[in-house]
């Protein structure tokens, strides 16, 4: 068993910053695979960016140059920086994480673990 759990949502304008946290309560998280999804009203979740415990990053060319992850593997945690923020931004955050040894295969279907999401909206 295992928990994920978000903080840092909240309201931004755009071109803001804003960092969301995740505390993980996971038995072995060093090895799990770890990233941020998010589901914007009315349509699917989908994959913001991953980083695998060897610190290896990956993203959604929507998200590229604006957000950063950042992982504490001694701490259990994991950030998401978002920069430049836009409207389109706006959706649930979700924390994730999984077994997986592989980021490249780190998908919605192959997660583990997920955090309950803290909703992000961006004003104009």
């Known amino acids: 068993q295992g928990q994920l759990v978000e903080s840092g949502g909240g309201l931004v304008q755009a071109g803001d910053s804003l960092t969301l946290s995740c505390v993980a309560h996971?038995?072995?998280?060093?090895?799990?695979?770890t990233g941020w999804f998010r589901q914007a009203p009315g349509k699917e979740r989908e994959f913001v960016g991953a980083?695998?415990?060897?610190?290896?990053?990956m993203y959604a060319d929507s998200v590229k140059g604006r957000f950063t992850i950042s992982r504490d593997n001694g701490k259990a945690a994991l950030d998401l920086q978002m920069s430049g923020v836009k409207l389109e931004d706006t959706a649930v955050y979700y924390c994730?994480?999984?077994?997986?040894?592989?980021?490249?295969?780190?998908?919605?279907?192959?997660?583990?673990?997920w955090g309950p999401g803290t909703l992000v909206t961006v004003s104009s």
């Open positions: 994730a994480a999984s077994r997986l040894s592989s980021i490249s295969q780190f998908s919605s279907g192959a997660v583990d673990f």
């Open positions: 996971l038995p072995s998280f060093n090895t799990h695979t």
């Open positions: 980083t695998h415990w060897t610190g290896v990053t």
